[in-house]
């Protein structure tokens, strides 16, 4: 699955604060991505947020060989 760059733009996580402890951060409803991710600190939940999406967008980026 190869999405062109323009279709990527900035994805900005929303950012929950889990009833369980730590934090939950999650892709905005009209991303090109359906990801989120957990951590123990608001902002250790938005750099992972960042680290996992720009790994599926390497992922994603790559071309066939």
């Not at 409803?29 to 720009?54: C, K, M, W």
């Amino acid at each position: 699955m190869n999405l062109p760059a323009p279709a990527w733009g900035a994805i900005r996580p929303v950012v929950f604060d889990r009833e369980c402890g730590g934090w939950l951060a999650v892709a905005p409803e009209h991303s090109p991505l359906r990801i989120g991710v957990t951590a123990d600190t608001e902002e250790g939940a938005r750099d992972l947020f960042d680290d996992v999406v720009a790994k599926w967008r390497e992922t994603l980026e790559q071309k066939p060989s």
